[in-house]
């Protein structure tokens, strides 16, 4: 049974704005699933129907086979939500966002406080519980609004901006303890801008635009799709000049920093052969650009001529 599953979903808003066009969607138990694309594109607008936040015009969504026209709030009593916005009291401890959230869903205070416990230490934030949520810091805050959404332990996390203004730091400390809730059976759907973050944590995605699904597949079968690759190569001796490689474009940016850009289907082994040959030694590698980027700049822009 799918985690989520979205038939032919539109929504078309009092001011005459069709958001979503009859969308398609489903995402499998225990998924680390991606829903991206460029604001205004109708990512929101889906969460919020999923979440009955926002009323949908016409189709079908199910959560875990739960309809949520006629089953509701046995549909809603699956998903955990970590909205784009902070929308805590900033007044109150951080101890009690959490444990208050919990009576939301009938958890006994006892239960509340120890899941409270749990999630606030993982997330680093139990010594800072009896301090008023104002102040912490941006971190911080985007931390404990994973925690509230988890007191119910759903199985349905839905996670709209989730690292938005935080340090590369703490992103990737939630990176960790996000792909560690996943592993445990969570099925996760994550919107996000840092595209990068998207490739490093989910298997699938699909990529919405002006309110229409334009690709829907595996994370590895969509970015096979990327035409060329750019990489830097740090290396090991300083170079003079950049090198010749046969069938490799390169360019050199420092004397130890050599960029090479790779054709889609080209060997990476086949490039470190020609390094060798030159004597060139890699220490390290990394991608220039954000492939999934340059990916959905290409899907939208393949889309556009087709339609024209």
Known sequence: MPALSIKNLTKTYANGVQALKGIDLTVEAGDFYALLGPNGAGKTTA???????????????EIFGHDIDSDLETAKSCIGLVPQEFNMNFFDSVLNVVVNQAGYYGIERGTAIERAEQYLTELKLWDRRDEAVRRLSGGMKRRLMIARSLISEPRLLILDEPTAGVDIEIRRSMWTFLRRINESG???????????????????VAIIDEGRIIEDAPMSVVLRKLQREVFVLNLRD???????????????LKEHELEV????????????????????????????????????????????????
């Open 238 to 252: 300083p170079l003079m000049a950049s090198p010749s490689l046969d069938g490799f474009e390169t360019a050199l």
């Open 186 to 204: 969570t099925t996760i759907i994550l919107t996000t801008h840092y595209l990068e973050e998207a490739e490093s944590l989910c298997r699938d």
């Open 47 to 61: 969460i919020g129907i999923v979440t009955s936040l926002v009323n949908k015009t016409a189709g079908q969504v």
């Open 261 to 308: 850009t790779l054709n889609s289907g080209d060997d990476l082994n086949a490039l470190f052969s020609a390094l060798n040959e030159k004597d060139i030694t890699v220490v390290s590698m990394r991608n220039k650009a954000n492939r999934l980027e340059e990916l959905f700049m290409g899907l939208v822009e393949n889309k556009q001529a087709s339609s024209a």
